[in-house]
T-cell receptor, first 112, second 114 residues
Framework: DAKTTQPPSMDCAEGRAANLPCNHS???????VYWYRQIHSQGPQYIIH???NNETNEMASLIITEDRKSSTLILPHATLRDTAVYYC?????????????FGGGTRLMVKP | KAGVTQTPRYLIKTRGQQVTLSCSPI?????VSWYQQTPGQGLQFLFE???????NKGNFPGRFSGRQFSNSRSEMNVSTLELGDSALYLC?????????????FGEGSRLTVL
């Protein structure tokens, strides 16, 4: 699976949009972009995933650049409960299994 | 629907001992995977089981092993414990082999080796 690069930490004001970038310049055509987050002392939680189109669900939006070399996770109205480590992962679209390669992630701190 | 359940949540062992951790996946999920999380190495994939067969294995020594039962419940075992095995061990389940299926993680088992 392709490697991802994320900033180690970011701050965001409560109520504002949090935009978390991810670089995956070596992504292959059959690899999906996944986002998970981990709130302190809990297991990671799935947020969203996409292949090449932008995606939105009740938690967040995922914007993938046209060349697919980078993406941005957007939390439209960040709350204090969104403080967590956010992981961007690329994953081969095959039936080879559910092995995820986690990088260091971005520690998002939402401040009042 | 109940989530992924891991037991025990916390345990303390001494070097040289062995430990067995248990994971009950979400009902209907047939894939169970295990991850180790440490402050130094982050989250690392250990292995994955699907329909009682190991499908993938991470880069861990043979002291780490696992199995899956016919009801999809899984156990992992670590023998001859070392101090460096102190970690949060996470189990995740998903419905099957589909590449776009999301993984559901449990709360983890925190192992301390003294």
């Amino acid at each position: 699976d392709a490697k991802t690069t994320q900033p180690p930490s970011m701050d965001c004001a409560e109520g504002r949009a949090a935009n978390l970038p991810c670089n995956h310049s070596t992504i292959s055509g059959n690899e999906y972009v996944y986002w998970y987050r981990q709130i302190h002392s809990q297991g990671p939680q799935y947020i969203i995933h996409g292949l090449k189109n932008n995606e939105t669900n009740e938690m967040a939006s995922l914007i993938i650049t046209e060349d697919r070399k980078s993406s941005t996770l957007i939390l439209p109205h960040a709350t204090l409960r969104d403080t967590a480590v956010y992981y961007c992962i690329v994953r081969v679209a095959s039936n080879a299994g559910n092995m995820l390669t986690f990088g260091g992630g971005t520690r998002l701190m939402v401040k009042p | 629907k109940a989530g992924v359940t891991q037991t025990p949540r916390y345990l303390i062992k001494t070097r040289g001992q062995q430990v067995t951790l248990s994971c009950s996946p979400i009902s209907g999920h047939r894939s169970v995977s295990w991850y180790q999380q440490t402050p130094g190495q982050g989250l690392q994939f250990l292995f994955e089981y699907f329909s009682e067969t190991q499908r993938n294995k991470g880069n861990f020594p043979g002291r780490f092993s696992g199995r899956q039962f016919s009801n999809s419940r899984s156990e992992m075992n670590v023998s001859t414990l070392e101090l460096g095995d102190s970690a949060l061990y996470l189990c995740a389940s998903s419905e099957g082999t589909g590449p776009t299926g999301e993984l559901f993680f449990g709360e983890g088992s925190r192992l301390t080796v003294l």
